[in-house]
């Protein structure tokens, strides 16, 4: 058997103690490290309300706002008239977002938004109907709840036409485009559009629309922070999926325009291995003029 020395016992112990100052060290840096990236959000923080929460005026514009989704998720009942959801995934499942990120649980089949501007027609970003063929195989949601499994037929709308800008040399083309649905909407809401006169830099304003894929998102605290000719700038907490969504006046309740691109949504925590959301220092929320893209490109 082997014995250790005085001197022997006393060097391990201060190797041990080392290796646990450096463990400690270590642990306090990936903390600090982790703490900095979560600490951030978007702009002034997240102030998404889910529209069964919102009031009931929002609930009425909301009634004109709907969702693009693949037809992968909407499994027809003919005996039933409604459709059932399949296999919809979480927003965590989806995207990889980490578990504190808000709606993390919730189901995320959208794309992108859209809203009504007549009984058949709704406008969306022309980005979300790059070709024809998204036509085909998405169709339009409305009044969609979370965690719903079921949808009646009256929620569900397809595409059968798409209408693009008419291409004008002397300006920027926008990206939109009108989509003609298969019917009327059932529950149809009439949207007030103003037109960019009636806003400036400074007001405030608000959206609807499916923030990352999720059931219909109210989002406001928000201003206008630069106000161009055909398009303003904001600091709206909007993500990926609501490109489409309708932006209002909060002073009139009327809409002035649409999101069609915005900054960086989340970051990537290599400690936790998931996405967390990333702040935003400057409104770079893109919201095309709507009236004006109308008159001049339809």
């Given at each position: 058997m082997a014995f250790y020395t005085q001197q022997q016992g006393n060097n391990v112990r201060l190797v041990m103690?080392?290796?646990?100052?450096?463990?400690?060290?270590?642990?306090?840096?990936?903390?600090?490290?982790?703490?900095?990236?979560?600490?951030?959000?978007?702009?002034?923080?997240?102030?998404?309300?889910?529209?069964?929460?919102?009031?009931?005026?929002?609930?009425?514009?909301?009634?004109?706002t709907a969702i693009m989704v693949s037809n992968y998720y909407l499994m027809p009942n003919i005996d039933y008239d409604q459709y059932?959801?399949?296999?919809?995934?979480?927003?965590?499942?989806?995207?990889?977002?980490?578990?504190?990120?808000?709606?993390?649980?919730?189901?995320?089949?959208?794309?992108?938004?859209?809203?009504?501007?007549?009984?058949?027609?709704?406008?969306?970003a022309a980005h979300c109907i790059p070709t024809g063929e998204e036509c085909a195989e998405f169709s339009w949601v409305f009044g969609l709840e979370q965690d719903q499994d079921i949808l009646s037929v009256d929620q569900v709308y397809t595409c059968s036409k798409v209408k693009r800008p008419r291409l004008n040399w002397s300006l920027n083309n926008p990206d939109m485009v009108i989509i003609t649905l298969d019917r009327k909407v059932k529950h149809y809401y009439q949207l007030t559009i103003d037109n960019e006169r009636q806003v400036d830099k400074g007001d405030n304003i608000f959206t609807i629309g499916s923030p990352l894929g999720l059931a219909l998102k109210f989002s406001g605290n928000a201003k206008i922070t630069k106000h161009t000719r055909n398009h303003c700038l904001s600091n709206l907490d909007t993500f990926q999926g609501n490109s489409g969504s309708p932006v209002f006046s909060k002073r009139t309740g009327n809409v002035i325009g649409m999101v069609v691109s915005?900054?960086?949504?989340?970051?990537?925590?290599?400690?936790?291995?998931?996405?967390?959301?990333?702040?935003?220092?400057?409104?770079?929320?893109?919201?095309?003029?709507?009236?004006?893209?109308?008159r001049e490109h339809f």
């Open positions: 103690q080392r290796v646990k100052l450096f463990l400690f060290i270590f642990s306090l840096l990936i903390s600090l490290d982790a703490q900095a990236i979560g600490n951030k959000s978007i702009y002034s923080g997240d102030d998404r309300v889910s529209i069964s929460e919102a009031s009931l005026l929002l609930r009425r514009l909301a009634a004109s059932e959801l399949f296999a919809p995934l979480s927003l965590r499942e989806k995207k990889n977002v980490c578990s504190d990120v808000a709606f993390a649980s919730d189901y995320a089949i959208g794309s992108c938004s859209g809203f009504l501007i007549a009984p058949d027609k709704l406008v969306t915005g900054g960086q949504d989340f970051i990537y925590n290599k400690y936790r291995n998931c996405f967390e959301l990333k702040y935003k220092r400057k409104g770079q929320e893109k919201v095309i003029w709507l009236k004006k893209a109308l």
